[in-house]
């Protein structure tokens, strides 16, 4: 099974780097063949074109804004817009710029080119003040990152387990 691990954030906004720091965490573990991890910063052009090499699974770290403490950590399974059931003003207005997008705007995109993943898993974690700038994490999200780092693990061996299991 090729599983995609996407870090998403700016690293000069504080919290926001959240999915970045995970990724580079993730980098330092040994993962199961297949797996792979990227840092894809703000362009969501570049997790598009990441897609397109194939893979089985995505999992997208990043920031959420959910009602819920800063630094808790919620698995999301994303609900993807198809923007053929969009006008085309709402495709354009959606799919516009792709280089300062949202993960959301970017699975759009990928789906509509048919490169997106059947299984898809945002791993988010709630920033302290989204809006901060800075180059260093908060300490409840700082906390976060191990806690995504193990959430992110389970998830791959459950994924590569089925994988066998299936074989």
Not at 114 to 143: K, M, N
């Amino acid at each position: 099974m090729r599983i995609l691990i996407a870090g998403v954030g700016n690293l000069l906004r504080a919290d926001d780097g959240f999915g970045v720091q995970v990724a580079r965490r993730l980098q330092e573990v040994t993962l199961p063949e297949g797996v792979k991890v990227v840092e894809t910063g703000i362009a969501g052009i570049v997790l598009v074109n990441e897609l397109q090499e194939g893979w089985d699974a995505l999992v997208i770290v990043d920031t959420v804004d959910l009602d819920r403490p800063p630094g808790h950590v919620v698995l999301i399974e994303p609900d993807v817009v198809d923007v053929h059931e969009l006008s085309w003003s709402e495709r354009h207005d959606l799919l516009a710029d792709m280089h300062l997008t949202t993960p959301d705007r970017a699975l759009m995109l990928a789906k509509a080119l048919g490169v997106l993943p059947a299984r898809v898993l945002e791993v988010g974690c709630i920033p302290e003040d989204p809006h901060a700038v800075g180059e260093t994490l908060s300490g409840p999200v700082l906390a976060a990152v191990d806690v995504a780092v193990a959430e992110i693990i389970r998830h791959v061996r459950e994924l590569t387990a089925e994988d066998v299991a299936a074989t």
